[in-house]
């Protein structure tokens, strides 16, 4: 981080994360009781359970799931943009769409392979040029998307 900048960590990164979508959505720890996602005991300490880490992952599940957080997004944002503002980015939402899908894929394709990525294991100095191709290709996408668009509305 430059000039001093302390990271947040994944705990402080996620609790801001879901402080930020309460304050958008104006919902409070009150509503959150109301609609069963926490309880009467976790209501009056929630404040204090979500700013030290402290609420279960039962917990966190329900309030992510209840707010609609995408936890493929959220984890991007959070543990690896260090930023959990970047879940409201459009970029962070197409890492994320990308992502989803990549796993998708891979895992069905594992299956081929009888699971055995030893061979490419070996050779992963080769990911960065793969990701370097697809995010050029999703760049054009983006372009060729955003001429089209703009021809359309002329």
Not at 39 to 46: A, D, I, K, P, S
Not at 61 to 84: H, K, S
Request: overall charge neutral; aromatic content about 6%; proline content about 2%.
């Amino acid at each position: 981080m430059a000039g001093g900048e302390q990271r947040i960590g994944v705990t402080g990164g996620y609790a801001m994360l879901i402080r930020t979508t309460l304050s958008r959505r104006g919902i409070s720890a009150r509503a959150l009781l109301r609609a069963g996602v926490i309880n009467e005991r976790t209501r009056r300490v929630f404040e204090k359970k979500l700013d030290g880490g402290h609420l279960t992952i039962s917990e966190m599940n329900a309030i992510t799931r209840f707010l609609g957080i995408n936890p493929m997004r959220a984890l991007i944002a959070v543990a690896y943009m260090d930023d959990p503002t970047a879940y409201f980015d459009p970029c962070c939402e197409v890492l994320s769409a990308y992502n989803e899908q990549l796993v998708a894929a891979m895992t069905e394709r594992a299956a081929a392979l009888s699971g055995d990525f030893t061979v490419i294991n070996r050779t992963l100095h080769h990911c960065a040029a793969h990701v370097e191709r697809i995010s050029s290709e999703i760049v054009e996408q983006q372009e060729r998307t955003r001429r089209w668009l703009e021809r359309d509305t002329d």
